[in-house]
């Protein structure tokens, strides 16, 4: 009963927003530059949610700020079908390894242009120098790039590259290898990622010799990709312009806008009204009336992700196993996938989303809702009377979390029963993640998307120790047989030995509950029926390279 007036106050909200954002739009003429929504003009207007990190994919960690810099601003030397999980060329036009898998060498595809902008102008084609500045200025930390803005290189550091790759050499203008330090069978994977997009060596040249900051070279980028960055404006909107000699041919879309558009009822809003083409990350309360609206268009599919409520082993009581599962037990996630989820998704009890077939072990132990068993526990803890707590909500709609809000208020109301209190507390989304890195927080609620469909980088990338740097190990859970079992599963080619160690992983994450799983979320994707070749990624984000619009009659 609680959980439904919850949301039903919520909806009341949702529609008294709505109502104020549609006679707001009754204001909406022109297309001036202040007003960058007009979809007459810029070609395709896209409702995100929220503002990058960073347009730098290098030291990026969120999906908001991988959609804004790596898929339309830059490419990697290979790409992985979302589909197949094939690794496919893309800058790099064929590969290979050597007998002891230390040494990968790239051939690099031949007259691929970088960006013409207002701040920099190119004078050659892409070539093996772009491949080498992009990864010494991750390894190293000698390099006039490496320290900008403060920011740590995320993932050049969870996926081990930063002590795995011994170094990078050029064979010649179009030839390149990598050489590790051992071998690593997830190797062409990491190069799929955005943090492996190739930056303009000859723009970093620029940018030092005319000593301007180092942080202009990351706010204002220069790639290979589809469209070329024009103007952003922060908590506004970010306007990009079609690559006219993209090595894939010029996209149909000569204009594309990301209005940043924090709250999803006027995401939603903007939408129905037509002031934008495509919407990110509806509520699930609007999933039906945009899947009965006849002129939209809703997609909907399961992906690779899993929400989570990661608790802060390195603070009391949460260092505490027994407290740990007793919070775990209190929570009725049947109520949370009805409620928050609107059931699209699926409740877990691994880590692993349960698209990671075979790898995701459907065996574990059963997390039930139980507040009889989550008293007892705390009793055996020593917390009886219960204590006070903080979670913190994820401030935006993603697809593993639709509502955190609601979901903390959900969990809020569930520990209220077993004697906790609970304060919710939330931040603008550039500032949760950072604090959030750093351990601020006692528990958060989170989630993960997979940027490829390996489990050992799943897994290591949210719970090893490595990841701790990283600061993507949000529970700050460190435990060295996990960490072996995962390095032993990358390591084999043995695909049954890969899956019982892949397992056994789970099994122990299952014993330490250093987070609850609440679900893998269906990823919900609304747009205008006028916009075409539009896909739901498996990995998560949004793409629109290809993307077209038929032309209204």
């Known amino acids: 009963m609680i959980a439904f007036m919850q949301r039903n106050n919520r909806l009341n909200k949702t529609f008294s927003k709505m109502k104020m954002v549609l006679l707001s739009l009754l204001f909406v003429v022109s297309c001036s530059e202040n007003n960058q929504y007009s979809v007459s003009e810029q070609g395709l207007v896209y409702c995100s949610e929220g503002s990058p990190e960073t347009f730098n994919p290098q030291v990026g960690t969120s999906v908001i700020s991988f959609d804004a810099s790596a898929r339309v601003l830059f490419n990697r030397l290979v790409d992985v079908d979302p589909e197949t999980g094939d690794i496919n060329p893309s800058l790099a036009t064929k590969w290979t390894k050597s007998k002891d898998g230390r040494v990968y060498t790239f051939s690099l595809r031949k007259n691929v242009h970088f960006h013409k902008t207002e701040w920099f102008t190119p004078q050659r084609t892409f070539n093996s120098k772009d491949v080498l500045f992009s990864f010494e200025r991750q390894q190293k930390k000698s390099h006039y790039f ?138 699930s309360q609007h999933y039906q009336l945009l899947k009965n609206h006849p002129d939209l268009n809703i997609q909907q599919q399961a992906t690779l992700n899993i929400g989570y409520w990661a608790f802060n082993t390195l603070k009391k009581p949460f260092n505490n196993p027994l407290v740990r599962k007793a919070l775990s037990h209190a929570v009725n996630r049947e109520t949370i996938l009805q409620t928050v989820y609107n059931n699209l998704g699926e409740i877990s009890n691994s880590p692993l989303p349960s698209t990671m077939i075979p790898h995701h072990n459907k065996n574990l132990e059963a997390i039930n809702f139980d507040p009889e068993l989550a008293k007892r526990l705390l009793l055996e803890a020593g917390y009886a009377d219960g204590f006070e707590m903080d979670i913190w909500a994820i401030p935006v709609q993603r697809p593993y979390i639709p509502d955190g809000m609601l979901l903390a208020e959900l969990i809020q109301e569930d520990l209220r029963n077993i004697g906790i209190k609970a304060n919710i507390i939330s931040y603008e989304w550039g500032s949760f993640l950072k604090k959030v890195g750093e351990g601020e927080h006692q528990t958060a609620l989170l989630g993960w998307i997979a940027d490829n469909h390996d489990a050992g980088h799943f897994l290591s990338n949210t719970l090893s120790c490595s990841a701790i740097a990283s600061k993507t190990n949000r529970a700050f859970w460190c435990n060295t047989d996990f960490d072996d079992l995962i390095y032993q599963a990358q390591l084999t080619n043995n695909s049954n030995l890969k899956m019982t160690l892949y397992h056994k992983a789970q099994e122990l994450f299952s014993e ?37 619009k038929e032309p209204s009659l």
């Open 146 to 283: 490496h320290h900008v803005e403060g920011k740590i290189y995320n993932y050049f550091h969870s996926t081990g590259l930063v002590s795995n790759l011994k170094n990078v050499s050029i064979i010649d203008e179009h030839t390149i290898a990598f050489h590790l330090n051992e071998p690593e069978p997830s190797f062409l994977f990491y190069l799929t990622m955005e943090f492996a997009s190739i930056l303009s060596a000859e723009y970093g040249s620029h940018v030092q010799n005319k000593n301007f900051s180092r942080e202009e070279f990351d706010n204002k980028p220069i790639g290979t990709g589809p469209f070329k960055l024009k103007r952003y404006q922060t908590d506004s909107f970010i306007r990009y312009t079609a690559h006219p000699k993209y090595m894939k041919g010029e996209e149909a879309i000569k204009n594309l806008v990301f209005a940043i558009t924090s709250d999803p009822s006027i995401r939603y809003a903007r939408l129905v009204s037509g002031e934008c083409d495509v919407m990110a990350q509806p509520l």
């Open 512 to 548: 330490e509950s250093p987070w609850l799983p609440i679900a893998s979320g269906q990823t919900i994707q609304a747009s205008n029926r006028s916009v075409k070749n539009l896909h739901i990624r498996t990995t998560g984000g949004i793409s629109f390279s290809g993307v077209y």
